[in-house]
């Protein structure tokens, strides 16, 4: 559907990679295209951040670039904290290329559309690991049900493309606001029984300093315009 | 086929338009107020309304061509908007609605932006980015209702704009005024790109570009360039992700800031690259007005959607995704 100049452009230069054999095209996300292959006899999925043409090129090529490395060093320090990510496997910046280990298994949305998972079970799981996420100083900054794979039940968290480093207690407070609005736009019916599960795993995991979060969470969402619940503060 | 008479005045706009339910725009009739020096004043534009109301009102009917007892129902915006201005236009609605003895019809303003550029673009179930002066939503229909996919965290785009034009002495409205010096613009200065999960952060930007004009290093024709470049880059990124996210496949552009032609641009070339398809609401349904009022009134009367005179406050901060959305399916 989008993008085939692209698509084979950047095959053609993951072929040209030793030892990369590219098996098909995962999906084309939003800034970047995911293809499935094997590097050096390992199962890898290569993410390839595609120019933008309606960036500038200066704009675009930095953000590309700073992205790559970005995602490369959270993922690093995520595997070392304990959080299940895919490996990093081969990384060039310039080109915005990044080789990962493919994580097999279901995304979350899918499995909460269809019910079949036990959800508070896996909720609780995918907040504890947030959880530890945060106690490293590892911002996601993406977290939706399409950004979360279940393999065997487990949570792997993936896609830090938009991760950055920081203990400030409001990124933190950030990062599971957008978990909620992504719960709220995608799973309007579920939302209350996900995020308390999802709660309970992230308290477990921060301790005290999770409250404080949260707090956060219903402040920020507050700050947002036009929240029904602002209108008991005004007057007139 | 129903036939509404709509009011806006949630802003700077008061206007009247006649719509039917099929989407006949019969008028379009929309008067704006201008401060004479910086943003709105909402009980200024409030007097501002009341003073035109009468005239624009008589000027819809005329262009219509119907009679006011040949209307089936009177729609007005409630909100979201500033408190003084919305009360202009619901005094007047309930004033029509209950000498006329017809029913009064509710309409959100941001749904009104949606419908009107459906109806414009022929677009059937697009992503919309919305941007105007007081809002910067990405939106798409889920389970019947416009969710919310990514906002602003704190200004709008059309309010970045319009303040960075206001300080650098480039007047009023911002973006024609930002986007012109932008066209002259080579040099792309570092501003912050800030895109937090699926919404978009503008107040830093804001802060960085007037420091940087304050400096005097940088020509006013590259912060503008590197401002518009930033500002927009960052809103195209979040309406791909809500393609991306949502499977959709058309995009519309709609509000104020939808007259833009290098946002459009922008937005057609990321279109163009996920083969999905692109448009922009007409100019003369870009900006707040009467019509859009009218015809999503004559929506929401078709699915029988009324409201009681002694219920019909006014709803300044009244979210787009509390509206059910009871004419699509």
């Not at chain 2, 929309?30 to 910086?38: D, E, I, T």
């Not at chain 2, 300044?316 to 399916?329: G, I, S």
Request: a neutral charge; charged letters at 25%; aromatic letters at 6%.
């Amino acid at each position: 559907m989008a993008e085939v100049g692209s698509y084979n452009e950047s095959i053609a230069y993951l072929k040209s990679l030793v030892g990369f054999e590219a098996l098909r095209v995962i999906g084309v996300g939003a800034e970047a295209i995911l293809v499935e292959g094997y590097l050096c006899r390992l199962h890898v999925v290569a993410k390839y951040r595609v120019p933008k043409v309606y960036r500038a090129e200066q704009l675009d090529n930095l953000l590309r670039k700073t992205r790559t490395v970005l995602e490369a060093k959270l993922l690093g320090r995520a595997a070392m904290a304990g959080v299940n990510v895919p490996h990093v496997v081969y990384v060039d910046a310039e080109e915005g290329l990044l080789v990962l280990t493919y994580v097999e298994g279901e995304r979350m949305k899918e499995l909460l559309q269809d019910y079949r998972e036990d959800l508070r079970r896996l909720a609780r799981e995918v907040g504890y690991m947030v959880g530890l996420l945060h106690n490293e100083g590892i911002i996601h900054g993406d977290l939706t049900t399409s950004n979360i794979i279940v393999l065997r039940g487990r949570p792997y968290i993936i896609d830090f493309g938009l991760g950055f480093l920081s203990r400030r207690i409001e990124d933190a407070g950030v990062d599971l606001h957008l978990f909620k609005r992504a719960l709220e736009s995608t799973h309007p019916s579920l939302v209350e029984e996900v995020f308390s599960s999802f709660a309970e795993g992230y308290r477990l995991a921060r301790g005290s300093v999770a409250e404080e979060v949260l707090r956060k969470v219903e402040e920020i969402r507050m700050r947002g315009r036009y929240v029904a619940q602002r209108r008991r503060k005004l007057f007139w | 086929m129903p036939l509404v008479l709509g009011i806006e005045s949630t802003a700077h706009t008061f206007g009247v338009g006649v719509a039917s339910e099929k989407g006949e725009i019969l008028a379009n009739v929309n008067s704006v107020y201008r401060p004479v020096a910086g943003g709105i004043k909402p009980s200024e534009a409030a007097e501002h309304h009341s003073k035109v109301a009468p005239e624009v009102l008589k000027k819809a009917l005329e262009a219509s061509g119907v009679s006011m007892e040949s209307i089936d129902a009177i729609a007005v915006a409630l909100g979201p908007g500033l408190g003084p201005c919305l009360r202009v236009g619901a005094t007047l609605a309930r004033y029509l609605a209950s000498l006329l003895g017809k029913p009064l019809v509710p309409v959100n303003h941001a749904v009104a932006h949606i419908e009107i550029a459906r109806l414009s673009t022929g677009l059937r179930d697009p992503v919309v980015v919305y941007v105007a002066g007081g809002n910067t939503i990405i939106t798409t229909f889920v389970d019947g209702r416009y969710r919310i996919f990514g906002e602003t965290l704190d200004i709008a785009l059309g309010n970045l704009m319009d303040t960075f034009a206001r300080e650098v002495g480039l007047g009023f409205p911002g973006v024609p005024r930002v986007e012109e010096m932008a066209a002259r613009g080579r040099n792309l200065v570092p501003l912050p790109y800030s895109v937090k999960g699926q919404d978009v952060s503008y107040s830093g930007l804001l802060t960085a570009a007037l420091r940087l004009y304050k400096e005097g290093r940088h020509d006013l024709e590259d912060i503008c360039y590197s401002l518009v470049e930033t500002a927009y880059s960052m809103l195209v990124e979040v309406a791909e992700r809500a393609l991306a996210h949502t499977g959709k496949n058309e995009v519309v552009l709609t509000g104020g800031v939808a007259r833009s032609p290098l946002l459009a641009n922008k937005l057609a070339k990321m279109a163009e690259a996920r083969g999905a398809r692109f448009a922009s609401v007409a100019p003369e349904l870009a900006g707040d007005n009467g019509a859009m009022i009218a015809y999503t009134g004559a929506l929401a009367y078709t699915a029988g959607v009324t409201i009681p005179i002694e219920e019909s406050h006014v709803r300044p901060l009244w979210r787009l995704d509390e509206v059910e959305v009871l004419w699509r399916k």
